[in-house]
């Protein structure tokens, strides 16, 4: 009986390097954060809410027709660290959960990120932080293109 092949991520992820994964977010969900977290660091609500599942945008599309909108938005991209990075990710179908790291005024921060593939593109779904004690890692997470 022969044994199944076994998958070689790392030469996966040297194939997708080549190929310039790293520029194409639909590919990599990773790059697709990074460009998140840079629409977000510009303040460009249009461009966070496209990289956005429709569920996780509705509180920032709802709000958008609120007086003090653009205060609001604000405060809320300050809530992202600025040297917020993805340090893992494990991709499973259309679902992609990556793990981040930076650091707050309160301490080093870490974070998991559900991404969903959805139209062909990698959009934020869900976030979660907590201070570094208290973050459980997620299994099985390789390095990611970024």
């Known amino acids: 009986m022969n044994a199944s092949p076994v998958f070689d991520f790392s030469a996966y992820l040297g194939l997708l390097r080549q190929r310039g994964a790293q520029d194409a977010p639909w590919r990599n969900p990773?790059?697709?954060y990074a460009d998140f977290l840079a629409?977000?660091?510009k303040?460009?609500?249009d461009a966070v809410t496209a990289r956005m599942t429709d569920a996780y945008a509705r509180r920032l599309n709802d709000g958008r027709a609120r007086r003090g909108f653009e205060r609001d938005f604000t405060n809320w991209c300050a809530k992202y660290p600025s040297d917020l990075k993805v340090?893992?990710?494990?991709?499973d179908g259309d679902t992609a959960h990556?793990?981040?790291a930076g650091h707050a005024a309160s301490g080093r921060l870490a974070g998991s990120v559900t991404m969903v593939l959805n139209g062909?593109?990698?959009c934020v779904g869900a976030e979660r932080w907590a201070d570094d004690?208290?973050?459980v890692r997620i299994a099985r997470l390789s390095p990611c293109l970024t």
């Open 30 to 32: 990773a790059q697709a």
């Open 39 to 41: 629409a977000v660091a």
């Open 43 to 45: 303040r460009d609500v």
């Open 87 to 91: 340090t893992g990710c494990r991709i």
């Open 98 to 100: 990556l793990e981040t």
């Open 120 to 122: 062909g593109m990698w």
């Open 133 to 135: 004690v208290e973050h």
